[in-house]
């Protein structure tokens, strides 16, 4: 401040000038700095700086879900083969069944390392199983079948030390083989035991490089798992003696109950080892199953594939394939006299529900619909391997008719989950309908006729005539209720749009009207002959055969029908080369849909003789054993193993 500033504030008695007045009023320095600070920051603030930053769907909280072991109950019935059940905390892995996240991405492991200490303590046992909320189920499965095959055991094993490898190239892995405890899997299980050290001997390798980190376990554990009517653990904990692994699988005995409760097993297995999919943990965990059936408990996949997508386990399966469009496949079982049978067991279907009618072949060559192949395995393991990024291994194909993989490729069942399949089947009366006829085949058996008729008097043929017809009535009766379920969804088969539906629909519409026009044409054929019997051109004869003909014995309205079958099944046959939907309507159309008479001779009095001395049949019905107190050889009944 000048000196003469400074005077004006002197005190003094003398008034104060109008120039001092002025003086006064004069702001401070210090408070007009303020103002011209808050003024720039005024200015500033209206400027936009635009920051980096995660979009929402980049946002990743953790690996680790939130998860409630409530939602996800197994009824197993559990034993222990080595140790007791360990009691563990463990964390769940987040990785649901639509979205995977990487676990590469930095911002992933960062997240994961700030999870550490996060644990989710492990609910008491339970007995029963509780369906997970809708939302935890998986939604859109982005998969085409996860099948391939593989050309025996030894290609599957080929096959799973391939992903063994790969599995290590990434991180620590746990293998969790489980094992179908049935009979008749007792030679696959030595097979793969005595291929188990050749498996890891080519694994060995790629441990030596990887190397085992100071306080870190081994790079590849496994685990040695059996399941049948209810589960044993013969690993209490993983291991990586596999000397002890191969021993283990050759001592697993056979469960006779013929039950085979995979899901379940599959389920309990997640539940025990989950903490190996722990933050702290982080391990790649693989489960092999190895079975040749479907599996009892199918019905919990909903359950099973929302937990092991969930928890981040693959699955893969070594398996059969699955019958086109059938629920029973065959097996063979070698008897202890080294007589084998195929025996029928549950195998499929290879889709959500039936899709294909179950009917007879008349007449013709014979047709084994149940060893018709349909290049995939059952709905419900397929979709579970597929579903955790998994494959199933097709170790055993049908030992009937099979398909090129290339064209069934464009043939694959629907992989969602079913609750999107039936909302997709409501939607088109079309797929409704054949559904819906398909389960009535399966619920109502329907059986080829008698086309043999004694004729040594008119009396025996009328009588064996009107026998016939009576069962004949009844398969009329069945088709013709078929073939009015699948009416009502002709108008929307011009708005199916895939190849499968396609196919099924137009075949399941030209057999159920062949069968129906040759089951028309069969009672009159009959009414006729009961009527005026044919006389024989030879007299020695005494028998009538009735054969597949052009010639049709019924009037305009059974010709209707043959016609509406002829060209359905034309249709199939054009446009889906190479499938088994081809395969059964040429079959089909190989027989005539009409009927004609043929003579023959039957030796009627010798009939039934000699029937207990017939060897072959004996080797059938009867096992030969010997008495071990008298040493005499015996028969006694065969007894067909539960499979």
């Not at 790649?284 to 969930?310: P, W, Y």
């Not at 959500?352 to 013709?364: A, Q, T, Y």
């Amino acid at each position: 401040m000048s000196r003469a500033s400074s005077e004006n504030y002197r005190y003094t008695d003398e008034p104060l000038t109008e120039s001092a007045m002025s003086g006064a009023r004069e702001i401070p320095a210090w408070l007009v700095s303020l103002g011209a600070h808050v003024g720039v920051l005024f200015v500033l603030s209206g400027f936009t700086y635009v920051t980096g930053q995660l979009e929402e769907d980049d946002v990743i909280t953790s690996i680790v879900d939130e998860y409630d072991e409530r939602e996800y109950k197994f009824d197993v019935t559990v034993a222990d083969v080595v140790g007791n059940d360990s009691q563990v905390n463990s964390l769940s892995a987040s990785q649901a069944a639509a979205k995977v996240v990487s676990q590469t991405n930095p911002q992933d492991q960062m997240q994961q390392e700030l999870q550490e200490d996060i644990l989710i303590p492990e609910a008491p046992p339970v007995n029963d199983i509780a369906q997970p909320p809708t939302a935890d189920l998986a939604s859109v499965i982005e998969t085409t079948g996860a099948t391939e095959k593989t050309g025996g055991v030894e290609g599957s094993l080929d096959r799973m030390t391939f992903e063994i490898m790969n599995s290590l190239r990434d991180r620590e892995t746990l293998v969790v083989w489980l094992f179908d405890e049935s009979g008749s899997l007792a030679p696959r299980r030595a097979d793969i035991a005595d291929r188990f050290e050749n498996i890891y001997g080519q694994l060995d390798s790629l441990n030596a490089t990887a190397g085992i980190k100071k306080g870190r376990t081994a790079p590849l554990q496994t685990a040695i798992v059996g399941f049948g009517q209810g589960l044993h653990f013969y690993t209490d904990e993983p291991i990586t003696d596999i000397s002890k692994a191969a021993g283990l699988v050759r001592n697993i005995q056979n469960d006779d109950s013929g039950e085979e409760k995979v899901f379940s097993a599959v389920g309990a297995v997640v539940q025990k080892w989950r903490r190996f999919r722990s933050a702290s943990n982080r391990h790649n965990c693989m489960i092999v199953v190895v079975t040749d059936e479907r599996g009892d408990d199918f019905s919990l996949i909903e359950d099973v594939a929302a937990l092991t997508s969930k928890m981040g386990f693959r699955v893969y399966c070594i398996g059969n394939s699955s019958p086109f469009g059938r629920e029973k496949g065959f097996v063979r079982y070698t008897y202890p006299d080294d007589y084998t049978e195929d025996i029928p067991v549950d195998q499929g279907p290879e889709s959500p529900r039936m899709e294909v009618l179950d009917l007879p072949f008349w007449g013709g060559r014979r047709v084994d619909s149940g060893r018709i192949s349909s290049g995939l395995g059952p709905y419900a393991l397929t979709r579970l391997c597929a579903e955790t990024g998994g494959l199933y291994l097709i170790t055993d194909d049908a030992s009937g008719r099979t398909f090129d993989s290339t064209v069934m490729k464009d043939y694959l069942p629907d992989y969602r989950p079913i609750r999107f399949y039936d909302a997709d089947i409501a939607k088109n009366s079309a797929k409704r309908a054949l559904v819906a006829a398909a389960e009535l085949t399966r619920q109502n058996s329907i059986n080829a006729p008698q086309l043999v008729f004694r004729a040594d008097t008119d009396n025996a043929l009328r009588t064996e005539a009107t026998e016939a017809q009576r069962p004949a009535s009844i398969l009329e009766h069945r088709v013709g209720q078929i073939v009015a379920a699948l009416d009502e969804g002709a108008n929307d088969r011009a708005r199916i749009r895939e190849p499968r539906w396609q196919a099924a629909y137009d075949l399941a519409v030209g057999r159920a009207n062949a069968v129906l026009a040759r089951s028309l044409s069969y009672n009159q054929m009959l009414a006729n002959m009961k009527v005026a019997p044919k006389s024989f051109e030879n007299k020695k004869n005494n028998t009538w055969i009735m054969k597949p003909s052009g010639e049709v014995e019924t009037g305009p309205a059974v010709k209707k029908i043959m016609a509406r079958a002829v060209e359905h099944l034309s249709r199939v046959i054009e446009e889906h080369p190479g499938t088994p939907f081809e395969y059964l309507a040429s079959r089909e159309l190989e027989q005539r849909l009409g009927w004609t008479w043929e003579e023959s001779y039957t030796n009627y009095a010798e009939m039934g003789q000699g029937a207990g001395n017939n060897d072959a049949q004996n080797r059938v019905l009867f096992l030969e054993v010997t008495d071990p107190t008298t040493g005499k050889k015996k028969l006694i009944k065969r007894e067909r193993p539960k499979l």
